[in-house]
């Protein structure tokens, strides 16, 4: 939100695109490897059982990037009502 302030309109625009991007390819990541590792049995595995707690890293990695996400359509939307109708001064 705070990025909003100090850079444009139209870069905060982009870096929104980028984050839905980069949350949709976690979304990716963690359906894949949470169908492959979560109900694995790690038996004297370590492997497996890294994995397994990388599926859950992975989890909140998409969570992180949903906030940022969420945050930066915050600051798209509120981003292009900031200025007044007569002097397009800046409102606070």
Same mark, same amino acid.
């Given at each position: 939100m705070i990025l909003s302030i100090i850079?444009?309109y139209?870069?905060?625009a982009?870096?929104?695109?980028?984050?839905?991007a980069?949350?949709?390819?976690?979304c990716a990541?963690?359906g894949?490897?949470?169908?492959?590792y979560i @109900?694995?049995n790690?038996e004297?595995?370590?492997?497996?059982q890294?994995?397994k707690?990388a599926?859950?890293?992975?989890l909140i990695?998409l969570?992180l990037?949903?906030?940022?996400?969420i945050m930066?359509a915050?600051?798209?939307?509120?981003?292009?009502?900031?200025?007044?109708? @007569?002097?397009?001064?800046?409102?606070?």
């Amino acid at each position: 939100m705070i990025l909003s302030i100090i850079v444009s309109y139209m870069t905060v625009a982009i870096l929104f695109a980028w984050d839905i991007a980069l949350f949709i390819l976690w979304c990716a990541v963690f359906g894949l490897f949470g169908s492959m590792y979560i @109900h694995e049995n790690a038996e004297m595995d370590s492997g497996v059982q890294r994995m397994k707690n990388a599926v859950w890293i992975d989890l909140i990695c998409l969570l992180l990037w949903f906030i940022t996400s969420i945050m930066g359509a915050i600051g798209f939307v509120r981003g292009r009502n900031n200025r007044t109708l @007569h002097t397009g001064r800046v409102v606070i």
